[in-house]
């Protein structure tokens, strides 16, 4: 059986293990390789970016210094002025507040239910980030995937806030429609945080890939308000600093789906 008490099913959804291909349409610089990826596990991931109403909850919780918004107001947007080293802490926070093991040591290492470092995301009980391609798979759809250019269309418009409609800021979560799974803001509205380290695709096929290797920028993928609408393209590819902290780059949340034994 499978074991779903841990995890609020009305804010997530299950992506069931599946193989696609991360491949580029128009050769850009980030996107010049095609791998097949294959995810051997089941994982949940948030229907929506992490906003700033939840993070504040952590910060009001931990003392921490609450991120600035620049006006554009708090509440349900997506929490912005996050480094990915923030974005992990609200991970351990938030599985300590579930009373489950938590994904990450001090260094950013993952951590399996016995916090043991582990660089397999299917032994990793607590909240966390997803890998690169945990976050593709999810913003095509995973097994109902229609193939589309942005998370849920063809049409930019339809399901994104970019550079051309969003009047150069964020906006509230869950306004423009979801994607096949019932995922929202996928391709806009902030670039959101992943685990991996930033590197070229790797031609060869990949099991449950993982670029864990010490590098120096961390992987963000969906695009922006900011940017134009080539730029939040499903395919496309762009990294970070991990201690940057930038008005147009956020997060959401995935948790591998444990199964009772």
């Given at each position: 059986m499978i074991n779903k008490n841990k995890v609020n099913e009305d804010?997530?959804?299950?992506?069931?293990?599946?193989?696609f291909i991360m491949v580029n349409d128009?050769?850009?610089?980030?996107?010049?390789?095609a791998q097949k990826v294959t995810l051997t596990y089941d994982y949940y991931i948030a229907k929506h970016e992490t906003t700033f109403e939840e993070y504040y909850e952590y910060c009001e919780d931990t003392n921490k210094n609450k991120p600035k918004d620049l006006g554009w107001k708090r509440g349900k947007k997506s929490v912005?002025?996050?480094?990915?080293?923030?974005?992990?802490?609200?991970?351990?926070?938030?599985?300590?507040?579930n009373g489950i093991s938590i994904a990450y040591d001090s260094k950013g290492n993952l951590l399996d239910k016995n916090s043991k470092?582990?660089?397999e995301l299917s032994k990793v009980e607590g909240y966390r980030l997803p890998s690169e391609a945990e976050w593709e798979y999810a913003a095509r759809g995973g097994q109902k995937s229609n193939s589309y250019k942005y998370s849920g269309s063809n049409l930019a418009k339809e399901v994104t806030w970019y550079s051309k409609n969003s009047k150069f800021k964020t906006h509230e979560i869950g306004k423009k429609l979801p994607n096949e799974l019932g995922l929202y803001d996928m391709s806009g509205n902030v670039w959101e945080w992943c685990y991996?380290?930033?590197?070229?695709?790797?031609?060869?096929?990949?099991?449950?890939?993982?670029?864990?290797?010490?590098?120096k920028y961390r992987v963000v993928r969906g695009g922006s308000w900011f940017v134009n609408s080539h730029n939040?393209?499903?395919v496309n590819r762009y990294n970070n600093l991990p201690n940057?902290?930038?008005s147009d780059v956020g997060f959401r949340l995935v948790k591998t789906l444990i199964k009772n034994k």
């Open positions: 804010n997530n959804i299950l992506l069931e293990k599946g193989s128009n050769k850009d610089y980030y996107e010049k390789s912005i002025y996050v480094s990915w080293w923030d974005a992990i802490k609200y991970c351990n926070w938030k599985s300590k507040k470092i582990t660089t991996d380290w930033y590197t070229d695709y790797n031609k060869s096929n990949q099991i449950d890939p993982l670029h864990h290797s010490l590098g939040v393209r499903i940057a902290t930038v």
